[in-house]
Structure formats: C-alpha cells, structure tokens
C-alpha cells in the first residue's frame, strides 16, 4: 500500500513539474518577460522632480543601512 502511495505522489510531483517546465518555456518562447518598454516609458513620463526624490530616497536608505550595520563579533 506504501508503494502504491509514493508512485502515485512521484507521478503527481513529475506531471506538475513537466506543466510548470512548460509553462516557463512557453513564456520565454513568447517573450512574455521581456518588458523593455516599462523601464523606458517609467523614465520617460516621470518628471525631473520625481527622478530627484527617488535618487534622494534610495541614498538616505543607504545611510541608514551603513549606520544600523553592527559588525559581528
């Protein structure tokens, strides 16, 4: 009865990883993670003062990351 029970989870685990291995070729085949134009038209539409406040943003959130490190000891 054991064997019964893990041939049948292996055969369930096997056709599900083959319908995701499909699904991720399929996608790459129709280029569905190619997304060049979001980046493009997110730099394009945002103003100078969007950008500035952005780049702001991410160097205080370094600061902070430098100041809270506690080497180990």
């Not at 134009?37 to 500035?52: H, I, P, S, V, Y």
Request: negative net charge; hydrophobic residues 45%; aromatic residues 12%.
């Amino acid at each position: 009865m054991d064997n019964i029970v893990l041939a049948t989870m292996l055969l369930i685990s096997v056709v599900l990883g083959a319908f995701a291995l499909f699904g991720v070729i399929w996608g790459i085949k129709n280029k569905q993670f190619e997304d060049y134009r979001k980046f493009l038209d997110g730099t394009k539409f945002d103003d100078e003062d969007a950008l500035n406040d952005a780049y702001e943003l991410e160097k205080r959130k370094k600061e902070a990351m430098k100041k809270n490190y506690m080497p180990p000891d």
